[in-house]
C-alpha cells in the first residue's frame, strides 16, 4: 500500500496511470475485492452526497439549537433574483456546500468527507464543476477515488480529528481532497493534482477547532462554502503551473507539528476563540440554560 504522496507520484510515473487507478487497484487488493466493487462502493457515497444536496436544497428546517438551517435558501433566493459576480459555478459551490452542511446539523444522511464537520466541502466543489462541464458520472466517480487517496495518505501521518490536530485536520484536509478531485475533473496530471492538494492544505495551517456551544454549527456550517471556493482556487492555480514550494508530504508533516503546538482550547474543546467570545457564550447559555 501507498502511504506517502512520493510513493505515489512514483508509482504512477512509473506505471503510466492515474491517482485514481493506483487508489482503486491497491484498495481493491487490500480488501481482497474488484475494482469493479471499489468503484460501487464510490458509487454509493457519490449517490449520496447528491441526495444530500437535493434535501437540503429544499429543506428550511433550523437545527436543534436554532442557530443555522436557512442560509440555504437565503442564497438560492438572491440568486433567483441577482447573479453571483463569480458566475453559476460559484453560485452552485456556496448552494451545494450550505445545502450539504445544513442537512448534517438537522442529522441528516451525509458523507463524512473526511468528517462530518467537513462534510460539504468536497462534493459541492465535486458536483458543482461536474455539472457546470457537463461531466459524466465516470469521470465525478475519478474524481471521488482520487480525493479519497488524499484523505486516505493524509490519515497515516495526522488524525482527521479537530480535537487532535483542529480544523485544518478537517476543514483543511477536505479542502486539500476536494482540489484534487476538481483537478482530476479538469484533466490535471498527477503532479497539478497534488499540488492543487499541498496549495489548498499550506493555506489553512493554523485552522483552529472553536465551535459555538460545542455544537458543529458556527462557525462549521459557513465554513464549508469557503472552503470549497478555496479548494477551486488550488485547482485553477495548480491546472496553470502554478507549485508548491513545498511538497505535499512536508505539508502534511507541517500540519502535523503545527496540531501538536495547538492549545488544547482551541482544539474542539470550545474553551477558546470564537466558542468564548461574549455572544458565543450567551447563546451556549441560550441553548443549554
Known amino acids: 500500500m501507498v502511504n506517502t504522496f512520493k510513493q505515489l507520484h512514483d508509482e504512477c510515473i512509473s506505471n503510466n496511470k492515474k491517482i485514481f487507478e493506483v487508489a482503486q487497484e491497491n484498495m481493491a487488493k487490500y480488501a481482497d475485492i474488484t475494482v469493479d466493487e471499489v468503484r460501487n462502493f464510490a458509487n454509493k457515497s457519490l449517490f449520496a452526497m447528491k441526495e444530500a444536496i437535493n434535501s437540503g436544497m429544499v429543506s428550511k428546517e433550523l437545527s436543534l439549537s436554532g ?62 464543476v461536474a455539472q457546470e462541464f457537463n461531466l459524466s458520472e465516470r ?30 485536520a478537517e476543514c483543511g484536509v477536505a479542502s486539500s481532497m476536494a ?17 492543487a492538494s499541498a496549495l489548498a492544505l499550506k493555506n489553512l495551517l493554523g485552522l483552529t477547532c472553536d465551535p459555538v456551544a460545542g455544537l458543529v454549527e458556527v462557525p462549521c456550517v459557513k465554513r464549508n462554502p469557503f472552503l470549497a471556493i478555496h479548494a477551486i482556487t488550488a485547482a485553477e492555480l495548480a491546472l496553470c503551473g502554478v507549485e508548491s514550494k513545498i511538497p505535499l508530504d512536508e505539508v502534511v508533516d507541517a500540519m502535523e507539528q503545527t496540531g501538536a503546538l495547538m492549545s488544547p482550547n482551541l482544539k474542539e ?13 450567551k447563546i451556549k447559555k441560550d441553548v443549554f440554560g
Open 67 to 128: 442557530m443555522c438551517g436557512q442560509d440555504c435558501y437565503k442564497v438560492q433566493k438572491r440568486y433567483k433574483t441577482e447573479r453571483s459576480m463569480l458566475g453559476s459555478v460559484f453560485e452552485h459551490v456556496v448552494e451545494y456546500a450550505l445545502a450539504t452542511s445544513e442537512e448534517n446539523i438537522r442529522m441528516g444522511k451525509i458523507v463524512a468527507c473526511p468528517t462530518a464537520g467537513s462534510c460539504a466541502i468536497l462534493p459541492s466543489a465535486l458536483i458543482a
Open 269 to 281: 474543546s470550545s474553551l477558546a476563540g470564537l466558542a468564548a467570545t461574549k455572544t458565543a457564550l
Open 139 to 168: 469521470e465525478q466517480l475519478n474524481a471521488l477515488i482520487t480525493a479519497g487517496e488524499i484523505g486516505r495518505i493524509i490519515s497515516m501521518k495526522v488524525s482527521l480529528a479537530g480535537a487532535v490536530a483542529g480544523c485544518q
Open 179 to 195: 482540489a484534487a478531485a476538481v483537478c482530476q475533473l479538469k484533466g490535471g496530471n498527477v503532479s497539478q493534482i497534488l499540488n
